[in-house]
């Protein structure tokens, strides 16, 4: 008997209402995007901050990047952050961090949770500054405003089209594959493209012209995220891609990792269902799957009917049309107390139990 949960998350307000990421898209420096899993460990951090701090994505995974903030700075990092898990709320902070040129950089770090539709967080995404350098800032505050708006806008567009879960893997690649040139500085050149299959060797993406970005899930690679420049080079630059526009591609990448994992997630509790409901069909038992339904103070006062196995229907008359989505006692409101007990017991302990009942309705005696 499961349990489904009462909880209550605000949905996630639209994103041109949010301004927690910074205003930094364009202004970063260095430009830094990160990714973590609902409790707060690190899945993916931008190569400019791995750069920084002289430290690989692996030690940063878990809490391997605390150990490079500032001793000072440690506790209020780690109670900031117990705290927006627990409410969900955003992340705002700034700390220092220990470089590898034997200096501490002030790092503002913002984010906000990605939530699927019924308000459960995904997981969360923000970027870093370094706010060491407030003439370069500035500078850069000064130039790009406009295409710093985009690329908010683009940012959350993908994330919420991936938190959305409309449609199937296909579909979430091709919402996507229409938002990512939004990203980049020269929109109408560049050409993404993802290919997913199980065995991927993807070429590196040391070279001008294009990125290629492996999406992973469960540590297994099952595709990559290509993005090719179309237009001719540059004359002033080697690489038409700017850092930032690179590190894009990777972030969004395992975003798709985590959309993978979803479906195979899904698929997987299909394949389960399909195989519940074959060996039920096959049991000489009635089998009915219930959960429970809970008032406001969380005691069990009905039992929603989930499931039926082919006996069950023919035992009682209901088939599955009739039954699934229906309170058990506003379908049997005769069933014995001695039912009623048993069940209310087995919802709050989790304990078997076994009772023997008169339906009236049925004009039978039953063995639960």
């Given at each position: 008997?499961?349990?489904?949960?009462?909880?209550?998350?605000?949905?996630?307000?639209?994103?041109?209402?949010?301004?927690?990421?910074?205003?930094?898209?364009?202004?970063?420096?260095?430009?830094?995007?990160?990714?973590?899993?609902?409790?707060?460990?690190?899945?993916?951090?931008?190569?400019?901050?791995?750069?920084?701090?002289?430290?690989?994505?692996?030690?940063?995974?878990?809490?391997?990047?605390?150990?490079?903030?500032?001793?000072?700075?440690?506790?209020?990092?780690?109670?900031?952050?117990?705290?927006?898990?627990?409410?969900?709320?955003?992340?705002?902070?700034?700390?220092?961090?220990?470089?590898?040129?034997?200096?501490?950089?002030?790092?503002?770090?913002?984010?906000?949770?990605?939530?699927?539709?019924?308000?459960?967080?995904?997981?969360?995404?923000?970027?870093?500054?370094?706010?060491?350098?407030?003439?370069?800032?500035?500078?850069?505050?000064?130039?790009?405003?406009?295409?710093?708006?985009?690329?908010m806008q683009t940012l959350s567009g993908i994330s919420r089209a991936i938190a959305r879960e409309e449609g199937d893997?296909?579909?979430?690649?091709?919402?996507?594959?229409?938002?990512?040139?939004?990203?980049?500085?020269?929109?109408?050149?560049?050409?993404?493209?993802?290919?997913?299959?199980?065995?991927?060797?993807?070429?590196?993406?040391?070279?001008?012209?294009?990125?290629?970005?492996?999406?992973?899930?469960?540590?297994?690679?099952?595709?990559?995220?290509?993005?090719?420049?179309?237009?001719?080079?540059?004359?002033?630059?080697?690489?038409?891609?700017?850092?930032?526009?690179?590190?894009?591609?990777?972030?969004?990448?395992?975003?798709?990792?985590?959309?993978?994992?979803?479906?195979?997630?899904?698929?997987?509790?299909?394949?389960?269902?399909?195989?519940?409901?074959?060996?039920?069909?096959?049991?000489?038992?009635?089998?009915?799957?219930?959960?429970?339904?809970?008032?406001?103070?969380?005691?069990?006062?009905?039992?929603?009917?989930?499931?039926?196995?082919?006996?069950?229907?023919?035992?009682?008359?209901?088939?599955?049309?009739?039954?699934?989505?229906?309170?058990?006692?506003?379908?049997?409101?005769?069933?014995?107390?001695?039912?009623?007990?048993?069940?209310?017991?087995?919802?709050e302990t989790g304990t078997p139990e076994y009772c023997e009942t008169y339906c009236q309705e049925r004009d039978g005696?039953?063995?639960?």
């Amino acid at each position: 008997m499961k349990e489904p949960s009462q909880s209550e998350i605000p949905v996630l307000p639209d994103p041109e209402e949010i301004e927690i990421l910074p205003r930094a898209i364009e202004e970063a420096i260095p430009y830094g995007i990160w990714i973590a899993r609902p409790g707060g460990d690190i899945l993916y951090i931008s190569r400019s901050f791995l750069d920084l701090t002289g430290m690989t994505l692996c030690e940063c995974q878990q809490s391997g990047w605390l150990r490079c903030l500032h001793p000072g700075d440690v506790d209020m990092i780690l109670a900031g952050r117990a705290r927006c898990i627990a409410s969900g709320g955003f992340w705002s902070h700034e700390f220092r961090v220990f470089g590898t040129d034997g200096k501490y950089h002030t790092i503002q770090s913002r984010g906000m949770p990605i939530r699927d539709e019924e308000g459960k967080i995904l997981l969360w995404a923000g970027v870093n500054l370094d706010v060491g350098g407030p003439a370069e800032l500035r500078q850069h505050r000064t130039s790009g405003r406009e295409k710093r708006g985009m690329r908010m806008q683009t940012l959350s567009g993908i994330s919420r089209a991936i938190a959305r879960e409309e449609g199937d893997l296909q579909g979430i690649c091709q919402q996507v594959i229409a938002w990512m040139p939004g990203g980049f500085r020269h929109p109408d050149l560049v050409s993404p493209r993802i290919t997913l299959g199980r065995v991927i060797s993807p070429p590196g993406d040391d070279h001008p012209g294009r990125i290629v970005a492996m999406i992973v899930s469960g540590g297994v690679p099952v595709g990559c995220l290509e993005v090719e420049y179309r237009g001719s080079l540059p004359l002033d630059a080697c690489d038409p891609f700017r850092p930032q526009e690179r590190d894009f591609v990777r972030a969004i990448a395992t975003m798709l990792g985590i959309a993978i994992a979803r479906e195979e997630v899904k698929e997987a509790l299909r394949s389960l269902e399909r195989q519940h409901r074959l060996l039920s069909d096959q049991v000489p038992e009635s089998i009915i799957l219930l959960e429970a339904i809970r008032n406001s103070a969380g005691e069990p006062v009905d039992y929603r009917c989930i499931d039926i196995n082919n006996r069950a229907r023919e035992e009682i008359g209901y088939g599955r049309g009739d039954i699934i989505g229906k309170a058990f006692f506003e379908l049997f409101p005769d069933c014995s107390p001695e039912l009623r007990d048993t069940l209310h017991r087995v919802a709050e302990t989790g304990t078997p139990e076994y009772c023997e009942t008169y339906c009236q309705e049925r004009d039978g005696h039953y063995k639960v």
